[in-house]
């Protein structure tokens, strides 16, 4: 069965460059959910979107922000990246017509600032 | 005070045991998500709880919902379940869609051969 996709796997920048980090949703899955996993800690919601709008905000920089597109794939801006950006960031994504809104996530995207 | 906290953090056992790793919160849910991560990094849903009991070859996960508890259950441990089993709650008023989750900090397993 396809899962989520994320793009790319690991990525190397320094400090003050900008990351787009990408997800692509299981099909038919109408909702994205970012997370950001610092090392050693527990996962933060940073933001979500429900039929390519904004649906819930989380703990997200004023640096970074996102959308969902017409094929239902999201993607994650980051500007002037800071070394306290680097983290695994998780996509996760859900059927909300369903009835249980179970999130799957995605392998995660690696990021390292330097 | 955490919304989501579970016990043990980490947690060693011997190839065979049962193993059980327990959550609590202190928010309404409509559900609960329990999680696995391996060292590299992916998480993998295990289960999600609204309810009662799911059970998953030698998994088993359990639900108060009165208790605001929830267990996870191993049965027969393999060195293979080595992993960090993290419990995530699903905020109740979920009934729009972008409910984010809020994870707890995860429990570290290690089954020894």
């Known amino acids: 069965a396809a899962g989520v996709i994320q793009s790319p796997r690991h990525l190397i920048k320094e400090k003050r460059e900008t990351a787009t980090l990408k997800c692509y949703p299981i099909?038919?899955?109408?909702?994205v959910y970012w997370y950001q996993q610092g090392p050693g800690q527990d996962p933060q919601f940073l933001i979500s979107?429900?039929?390519?709008?904004?649906?819930d905000k989380g703990s997200i920089p004023d640096r970074f922000s996102a959308q969902q597109f017409s094929d239902y794939h999201s993607e994650l801006n980051m500007s002037s990246l800071e070394l306290g950006d680097s983290a695994l960031y998780f996509c996760?994504?859900?059927?909300?017509?369903?009835?249980?809104?179970?999130?799957?996530f995605g392998p995660g995207t690696r990021l390292t600032v330097t | 005070k955490n919304e989501v906290e579970q016990s043990p953090q980490n947690l060693t056992a011997q190839e065979g045991e049962f193993i059980t790793i327990n959550c609590s919160y202190s928010?309404?849910?409509?559900?609960l998500h329990w999680l696995q991560q391996h060292p590299g990094g992916g998480i993998v849903s295990l289960f999600m709880?609204?309810?009662g009991k799911k059970k998953h070859g030698r998994l088993i996960a359990t639900i108060n919902i009165q208790e605001k508890h929830s267990s996870l259950h191993i049965t027969a441990s393999h060195p293979r379940d080595s992993a960090v089993y993290i419990c995530?709650?699903?905020?109740?008023?979920?009934?729009?869609?972008?409910?984010?989750?809020?994870f707890g900090e995860g429990t570290q397993l290690t089954v020894n051969p």
């Open positions: 709880l609204s309810s």
């Open positions: 996760a994504s859900s059927d909300d017509r369903g009835p249980l809104y179970e999130q799957y």
């Open positions: 995530a709650v699903r905020s109740r008023g979920g009934e729009t869609s972008g409910s984010r989750l809020t």
């Open positions: 928010v309404g849910i409509s559900a």
């Open positions: 979107f429900y039929e390519k709008m904004q649906s």
């Open positions: 099909p038919r899955h109408d909702t």
